[in-house]
């Protein structure tokens, strides 16, 4: 059979907007991996009566019901009480949980106040989903046709508890093997995209082919549904390889993190070292670059030269540039991705000027100028970013297209 | 009388977790500040029969219906013609917009493709939600008791929307007005501070006191509500002093909008310098101070000296230091924080050193140790950043560190 799951997130904070809701994402990704339909999401405060009312209705269109939040200390941390009684359960204090509790507070040094306790009291012939990430244990339990699966809301523990718990706990229940591969693209919006594989994807149910817009990139997806993993994956090779032949060079990697990441590989595999010198994204990229555990094999460093003496005095661009070209041309970016080659002793430098806004730009270089280089032993390269629109995509699309000139510079 | 929204979002890619809702959180924001209630969030995925569903049973429990997503010019794309469906009304084309549609591609020098005509089919009778931001108008209508308001999905086109167009028009629905405050807090965790003051926030029903934890920062949340702002802000305003009282320097500020924007505008205030010397954080730092736009005018650079030599030749680290107290110490952060002072000229320089992980912990150094130092003419202070669990968390810990001590040494 199939199953369809509906995930249900607690929390006001949730609700109101205070924070956005990336369980929902961590859960829904992992049902997908597994084959498991998801049909709805819902969100709702921490308030038991309308908790009780979503998970009415979520009962009667799912199979399985996952909830996130609500599992912890405080006085309105009440989903464990709340589905309890839907599904007719008590709640019973749990020794073994209230121990592992009071070892995370002495371990970590700090007072444990007796709210906590309330964190150990689970549904009666529960399955416990034990939390090492954090104190609040989750629970599963199997209960007028429906599984029931209780997560911790913070992101940091919700992430593995879906990882190392929900998914063992759900394998045993699917059936259908769903395998999907997702080729990532940078330097063509979403809907060129589209339109590009439009006569592949439109007429296609599986394998499925389908194009998603990423911040400054583009991801398409192609899932195929079989009996076993090895079946389905072949149903998907022949409309990957079309993919490649319309796309070619767009598509940075295959089932691949991040740009950063193809970079990061490309250098190691190649053995060659990297320095950033940055004006307008500010550390960005470097930032990126560092996100990577182990990168420091391929990466030396970078100057954040936001102001243009630190441009000459650290980075060697000629004062003569500045005054003549300005800060945001292509021969400043040359000169900085050339100045962090030198300076940081590395086998690449990159540069990367421009202007990110809110202020700044002028008629001949309006916001959302900005020139990005890359240079190494034999040549210097520098193209415009295409990144508009605000301060946050223009540097973004600007590290990344960054990346990208890496990635091409190394690759070829 | 008193008003009950639901949001909900429509886009397969949200629902299996491509994407996070961050529309939802947006729109909730706003809602919000209106005083208009929200008791729950759906996501739905682009199949028209589910989306109907949903609204269905929004309709049952809300008086405004406001979607997102779904309006775009691709064959998934069914949100209008969904919900003009369930109202029992047509789509009419909307020949303004095509116009405005045309002009778009014109101006960013793109050819229109056929599909996008689509987006300029709007519900008969509705009110156009004029998009400045993006190709796909949204709408507005009222049918069957239920405002209904649909918008376009792309974060970067539903903000502005929000902001510019529905604010204004849902603006003449509501009547009691709530006003918030928002303490912010970093240093201490959200259930230190819940048990701090929680014998004021447990019985309190108006105004209401509730925490939230956030990356690293916890925030508390004071709100109001009354027949007009002025007596709802008032009735704010002793557990205001009284949260201060309790927590004092913890607060970083009040309706800020970040630790670094309050740095900002401390440096600014004084007219004092700043710059920066990163290795674990390799960038994050600088990346998150230069995120506000003016920040030029306090902030120089950063060096991001992820390797020992860069540290040495550009920052002045001296080599003793890193042979005998080696890279993660309090000593190689002081002279980080003093290089980045001087090699940089700034009044004030910080310094960030330690392991981010997973790899590279020692016993006497696990994972997690991380030393930050702050440096101005007068003094050098170096504290331990107690950020643990992941590189991320780690990083971000670290960076949020060093900003506080600037704050708390400028602040002085």
Redesign the interface.
Do not use: H, M
């Given at each position: 059979m199939s199953y369809c799951a509906e995930i249900i997130a607690v929390g006001?904070?949730?609700?109101?907007?205070?924070?956005?809701?990336?369980d929902?994402?961590?859960?829904?990704?992992a049902l997908?991996e597994l084959g498991i339909n998801?049909?709805?999401?819902?969100?709702?405060?921490d308030?038991p009566e309308?908790l009780r009312?979503?998970v009415e209705?979520a009962k009667s269109?799912a199979d399985i019901i996952i909830t996130t939040g609500g599992l912890g200390?405080?006085?309105?941390d009440l989903t464990k009480q709340t589905l309890a009684e839907c599904f007719g359960k008590k709640l019973v204090l749990n020794e073994t949980e209230l121990e592992k509790i009071r070892g995370f507070f002495a371990k970590?040094g700090?007072e444990m106040?007796k709210?906590?306790e309330q964190q150990a009291y689970l549904p009666e012939d529960c399955v416990v989903l034990e939390n090492d990430?954090g104190t609040a244990p989750g629970c599963a339990f199997f209960a007028e046709n429906t599984h029931v699966l209780m997560l911790p809301g913070?992101p940091?523990e919700c992430k593995p508890m879906v990882q190392y718990r929900v998914i063992p706990y759900l394998k045993q229940l699917s059936d259908a093997s769903l395998v999907s591969h997702e080729l990532k693209i940078f330097g063509m919006g979403e809907?060129?995209v589209?339109?590009k594989v439009r006569h592949i994807a439109?007429h296609m149910t599986n394998p499925t082919l389908?194009?998603?817009?990423?911040e400054g990139e583009t991801?398409l997806?192609v899932t195929g549904r079989a009996e076993n993993e090895e079946a389905a994956d072949a149903l998907t090779r022949p409309v990957i390889d079309q993919v490649y032949e319309i796309l070619g060079e767009y598509i940075y990697g295959m089932d691949v993190p991040s740009l950063a990441d193809v970079v990061f590989r490309l250098l190691k595999e190649q053995g060659l070292t990297l320095a950033?010198a940055?004006s307008?994204?500010?550390?960005?990229?470097?930032?990126m670059?560092?996100?990577l555990?182990?990168v420091?094999e391929v990466?030396?460093?970078?100057?954040?030269?936001?102001?243009n003496?630190?441009k000459e005095q650290?980075l060697g661009v000629p004062h003569e540039i500045l005054e003549t070209k300005g800060a945001v041309s292509e021969e400043c970016a040359a000169a900085l991705a050339e100045g962090a080659r030198k300076?940081?002793?590395a086998d690449i430098g990159v540069g990367i000027t421009g202007i990110?806004?809110?202020?700044g730009g002028t008629e001949e270089k309006p916001v959302g100028t900005v020139y990005v280089a890359v240079a190494n032993e034999k040549e210097t390269r520098v193209v415009k970013s295409r990144g508009h629109?605000?301060?946050?995509?223009i540097?973004n699309m600007a590290a990344l297209t960054a990346l990208d000139q890496i990635r091409r510079l190394v690759a070829k």
């Open positions: 006001t904070e949730i609700l109101l907007g205070d924070i956005v809701n990336t929902a994402q961590t859960v829904a990704r997908g998801v049909y709805y999401n819902t969100v709702v405060g308030n309308r009312a979503a209705i269109r200390p405080t006085f309105d970590i700090r106040t709210n906590n990430w913070p940091r809907s060129s589209e339109d439109e389908a194009p998603y817009a990423k991801l997806r950033t940055e307008c994204t500010g550390g960005l990229l470097s930032k670059i560092t996100d555990p182990g420091s990466f030396l460093g970078g100057v954040c030269a936001y102001q003496e630190i650290l300076t940081l002793g990110a806004g809110p202020g629109r605000d301060r946050g995509t540097r």
